[in-house]
C-alpha cells in the first residue's frame, strides 16, 4: 500500500494502527523483511516424476503401482530408521524400499533394472518455475539453502546436473547429523549454518508431513504443494500454501 501525505493523515486521524499495514512514505525507511534465509526440501527443487516414468517404462501397467509403494516405504524407513537410532543414508534406503517394493508385488525387478532406477535419483532435472523463483530470491538479498534427506552425494550429483552449483549458500544433508527429518535435529541444521533465528529462516516443503514438522519446529513454512494432496491430520500447519511465485512473495513479506 502506497500512501501520500493526506493518506497518512487521514488514517492517523482516524486512529487506525499503523503496524498493521506496511507504510511507505517519501524519504521514509522501507518496510524491515523478516526473512534472511530460505531453506528448502530437495523435491521442491529437483522433479522426481522421470523417475517414475522410467518404471512404468520398464515394467508397463505396473511402474505405478510400484513406484506408489516404494515412495511410501522409501520414507517410512527413514522414520523407522531414525527412530530406532539406525541411520543410513538416503540412496540405500531408497534401494531397500525399491526392492522390498517389488517382492511385495513380485515383480521381478532384475540388477540392472534396479540400477537404472537408482540412477534417476542422481539425475534430477528441476521444476520448471525453479530459476526465475531462485533469481527473485538472491536479488532480495535473501540467502538460499537444502535442508534435505538426500545424501550429500545425492545433492552433489544434483546440483551439478542441473546447473544449479554455486547458487546455494548451504546444502544440508541429513547425513550430518545421522538423523532424517522431521526429527528437531534436521530442521536444527538450518538455524546453525545460517547463524539466524529460527523465525528468520523460511522453510519450502514439498510433502504435507514435511511443512507440519518444519511448522512444529518454528519454522515460518510454506507448503509449495506440486502433486495438489490434502493436508496431513496432524496439528501443525503451513503458514502458506503456494507456488514458488508465493515462496517468493512469502519471503518477501508480501503475504
Not at 525507511?29 to 531453506?39: L, S
Not at 529460527?198 to 519454522?219: L, M, Q, T
Request: proline content about 4%.
Amino acid at each position: 500500500m502506497n500512501l501520500n501525505r493526506r493518506e497518512f493523515l487521514i488514517y492517523t486521524s482516524a486512529g487506525m494502527a499503523l503496524t498493521a499495514i506496511p507504510v511507505f512514505l517519501a524519504g521514509a525507511q522501507k518496510e524491515q523483511r523478516w526473512c534472511r534465509a530460505v531453506a528448502f526440501d530437495s523435491f521442491v527443487i529437483f522433479d522426481p516424476r522421470p523417475v517414475f516414468t522410467l518404471a512404468e517404462n520398464l515394467f508397463p501397467s505396473r511402474g505405478n503401482e510400484l513406484s506408489t509403494l516404494w515412495k511410501t516405504r522409501q520414507f517410512e524407513y527413514t522414520w523407522l530408521r531414525t527412530l530406532s537410532g539406525r541411520y543410513t543414508d538416503f540412496p540405500s534406503i531408497t534401494r531397500d524400499a525399491l526392492v522390498f517394493a517389488a517382492k511385495s508385488l513380485k515383480i521381478d525387478l532384475k540388477p540392472d533394472q534396479k540400477e537404472q532406477l537408482m540412477q534417476g535419483y542422481f539425475h534430477l532435472k528441476i521444476w520448471p518455475d525453479v530459476v526465475p523463483a531462485l533469481r527473485q530470491l538472491r536479488d532480495a538479498g535473501i540467502k538460499l539453502g537444502f535442508l534435505s534427506n538426500f545424501s550429500e552425494a545425492m545433492l552433489a550429483a544434483n546440483l551439478k546436473s542441473s546447473g544449479l552449483e554455486g547458487l546455494f549458500d548451504q546444502v544440508l544433508s541429513t547425513d550430518r547429523v545421522k538423523a532424517f527429518k522431521p526429527d528437531r535435529r534436521a530442521y536444527q541444521m538450518g538455524i546453525d549454518a545460517f547463524r539466524l533465528k529460527r523465525a528468520e529462516v523460511a522453510f519450502a516443503a514439498f510433502a504435507g508431513w514435511d511443512a507440519a514438522g518444519a511448522k512444529s519446529f518454528g519454522y515460518p513454512t510454506l507448503w509449495v504443494n506440486r502433486l495438489d494432496s490434502p493436508e496431513e491430520e496432524l496439528d501443525a500447519h503451513a503458514d502458506a500454501i503456494g507456488g514458488m511465485s508465493d515462496l517468493v512473495k512469502f519471503a518477501k513479506g508480501w503475504m
